[in-house]
């Protein structure tokens, strides 16, 4: 067995580990028992001497976004197939070959469905930190065995939805569906079923995170943008946005601040960019004017314009 670290002063072992300072020091009478420790935190420093040559002491930090998390090795490069012989050449090809083969069903299944993800990510414009969160909720799904019977696109595509929706990256299953070719209905079905078997407790998702994309693609000003939040966070209150679909009624009441400001748009326009029917428009923008009493201002603005 390891022998007990004591103070050499008083003898007793309750010790503090102090890793930012490399100390450890005795909590009864503050001797400093050592201060030689290593230090277990990361360097990513690049050190470079007088020749160019690199001196780092550590690799590239870990991601989920890679199959081998970033940490597995390879035999040699294509490149370097010049550099040797015929000899060489051929048992060079056959490792290669072999390394590829040997790999478990999970890091084959990785290989593919990491390299969707970030084509998704990428299309989608979702940011990096999104990603690896995705990345982290695929790989427990696979470890779990929750991709059994189902496309990897599916659940790459649910797994991508639940990462957005933790974070609350505003990003809706019918852009999910059109990037990856999945049915909405399939992604939708997928991610919950993986959220309800991993315990990912997510909160339902705010119609005013939609309210700053929407205005953008509609060319709108910050006027009509802050209406719109204004507009939201009302009914909020008034819990008139429980119930209905967080873009509907995001894009009801940025058609509402619309007419108020004067920065018109149709129906049509407004529903193309959100994703929804004009119908589902036309509702919640009746339920907005009715309960929050906003015919009034539509109608100042409409006698200013003539």
Request: glycine share 8%; hydrophobic share 30%; proline share 2%.
């Amino acid at each position: 067995m390891r022998p007990i670290k004591r103070c050499s002063e008083c003898g007793s072992t309750n010790l503090f580990i102090n890793r930012e300072k490399g100390e450890i020091t005795c909590r009864d009478c503050g001797l400093v028992v050592e201060d030689k420790m290593i230090d277990h935190g990361q360097d990513w420093r690049d050190f470079e001497d007088d020749n160019g040559v690199s001196r780092r002491r550590t690799g590239s930090p870990m991601t989920n976004t890679q199959f081998d998390q970033g940490l597995g090795t390879s035999i040699g490069q294509s490149a370097d197939l010049s550099k040797l012989g015929s000899k060489s050449r051929y048992k060079f090809m056959r490792l290669k070959k072999w390394q590829d083969r040997v790999g478990t069903a999970i890091e084959r299944n990785l290989k593919l469905s990491l390299s969707e993800l970030k084509r998704l990510s990428s299309y989608l414009k979702i940011s990096r930190g999104v990603e690896e969160e995705a990345a982290r909720i695929y790989r427990q799904a696979v470890q779990r065995g929750l991709v059994r019977g189902r496309s990897m696109e599916s659940v790459v595509a649910g797994t991508l939805y639940a990462a957005c929706r933790r974070h609350e990256v505003p990003r809706t299953l019918d852009e999910l569906s059109g990037a990856s070719g999945i049915e909405k209905k399939e992604i939708g079905r997928t991610y919950r079923f993986i959220a309800r078997e991993l315990g990912i407790s997510i909160l339902p998702s705010n119609p005013i995170d939609y309210i700053a994309r929407f205005a953008s693609s509609l060319k709108l000003g910050p006027e009509t943008q802050s209406k719109a939040v204004e507009i939201l966070d009302i009914a909020q209150k008034k819990e008139i946005t429980s119930g209905k679909g967080p873009t509907g009624i995001a894009a009801a009441a940025l058609y509402v601040s619309t007419l108020i400001n004067g920065e018109k748009r149709t129906q049509r326009e407004v529903a193309d960019v959100a994703g929804v029917t004009e119908v589902t428009i036309r509702n919640r923008y009746k339920e907005l004017l009715e309960k929050l009493k906003l015919g009034k201002k539509i109608k100042k603005q409409k006698k200013k314009r003539f």
